[in-house]
């Protein structure tokens, strides 16, 4: 083939040649950006998996401070206690369902009707123990009833709870008490159920009906349960 043939040959394969070259740039651009998002999408999931241990780290700070304020504060010297995490909270109509549960149980020491608080105030007490866990009947509770006496004035009662958002009543208080408006109630340890002196509620609103014996008394509680992330168990 002479040199006008070969050029002829050239310049007709020369198209081809350009297609091919720009079909081989377009998969190694294609190779490229797969490869771009494969690393991509890497960084993505290793981003988002950082995020999560961040995340848990953060929360575990939080536990670990919450804990580190309430043995600092040691509110009832005179008293053993543990501390436990809140692992589960439930509100309902009944009283079953208005509970926390504890990431403690009897594998740990702890006992049915153990008090549980916070440096505030009285929460509950155990109701049921598995061998990690432990369920509280909440002072809010419709079936809880405790046994208390005013700061001040002295005056006993029973403190029973009318469930989550609702005042309490305080019952078997006579007419003739001396028990004024905001007065602290403290438990009296007169039930055997709980130790003297741990904070419970407040008076809220006294009424006196000629209809009854007794006043009828609202308290609000000192610790919203539903607000603690950590809380003590005290150990008899």
Do not use: C
Not at 203 to 227: A, G, R, T
Request: proline fraction near 6%.
């Amino acid at each position: 083939m002479g040199s006008t043939g070969l050029e002829i040959v050239g310049v007709g394969l020369r198209p081809i040649d350009y297609i091919f070259d720009q079909v081989e740039d377009f998969w190694n651009s294609y190779i490229y950006l797969v490869g771009v998002k494969q690393e991509n999408d890497l960084l993505k999931k290793d981003l988002e998996r950082l995020q999560v241990e961040n995340l848990a780290l953060k929360n575990k700070l939080t536990y670990l401070h919450q804990f580190f304020t309430i043995f600092k504060l040691r509110p009832f010297p005179q008293y053993k206690y543990t501390g436990a995490r809140i692992i589960g909270k439930k509100i309902g109509p009944s009283g079953l369902l208005q509970s926390i549960i504890i990431d403690k149980g009897y594998n740990d020491g702890l006992k049915k009707d153990l008090a549980v608080f916070s440096p505030k105030g009285l929460i509950g007490k155990i109701q049921k123990l598995s061998p990690h866990s432990a369920l509280i009947l909440l002072v809010i509770d419709p079936n809880s009833r405790v046994a208390v006496i005013s700061e001040q004035s002295k005056v006993p009662g029973i403190i029973r709870g009318e469930g989550y958002g609702n005042h309490g009543i305080l019952l078997y208080v006579p007419r003739s008490s001396r028990l004024k408006k905001g007065e602290l109630l403290l438990t009296s340890g007169t039930d055997e159920m709980f130790p003297p002196g741990l904070p419970v509620a407040r008076v809220e609103n006294i009424i006196d009906s000629e209809l009854s014996l007794f006043l009828k008394i609202k308290v609000s509680f000192e610790v919203d349960p539903y607000l603690q992330n950590v809380v003590l168990v005290m150990l008899k």
